[in-house]
Nanobody, 123 residues
Framework: QVQLVESGGGMVQAGASLRLSCAASTRTFNTYAKGWFRQAPGKEREFVAAISWSGGDTDYADSVKGRFTISRDNAKNMVYLQMNSLKYEDTAVYYC????????????????WGQGTQVTVSS
């Protein structure tokens, strides 16, 4: 079974940066779009960013546009989320996902989900 495993979460102060990584256990999902989602306590999971299988197209939630950057390295079966200028409201569990395209991912439709990594931003 293909697995997605996130890493790179942690506790930082507001204004700091973090880089999340998501490793796929096989190359199967290299032809899938990849996305990042997050879920804060007491809130529903929300879309953060997505990237096409080739890396040529990206999509971001308005709340992170200009601060977060999604990228991928298909040779390494990896996808990344560079998070700069972190805010307290970015605190959440961040999930990696694989889907059929940017629009399905933005709608929360994914073929596979990771287990999540915690990001905590102190104000």
């Amino acid at each position: 079974q293909v697995q997605l495993v996130e890493s790179g979460g942690g506790m930082v102060q507001a204004g700091a940066s973090l880089r999340l990584s998501c490793a796929a256990s096989t190359r199967t999902f290299n032809t899938y779009a990849k996305g990042w989602f997050r879920q804060a306590p007491g809130k529903e999971r929300e879309f953060v960013a997505a990237i096409s299988w080739s890396g040529g197209d990206t999509d971001y939630a308005d709340s992170v546009k200009g601060r977060f950057t999604i990228s991928r390295d298909n040779a390494k079966n990896m996808v990344y989320l560079q998070m700069n200028s972190l805010k307290y409201e970015d605190t959440a569990v961040y999930y990696c996902a694989a889907g059929l395209g940017l629009q399905p991912l933005r709608a929360g439709q994914a073929a596979n989900w990771g287990q999540g990594t915690q990001v905590t931003v102190s104000s």
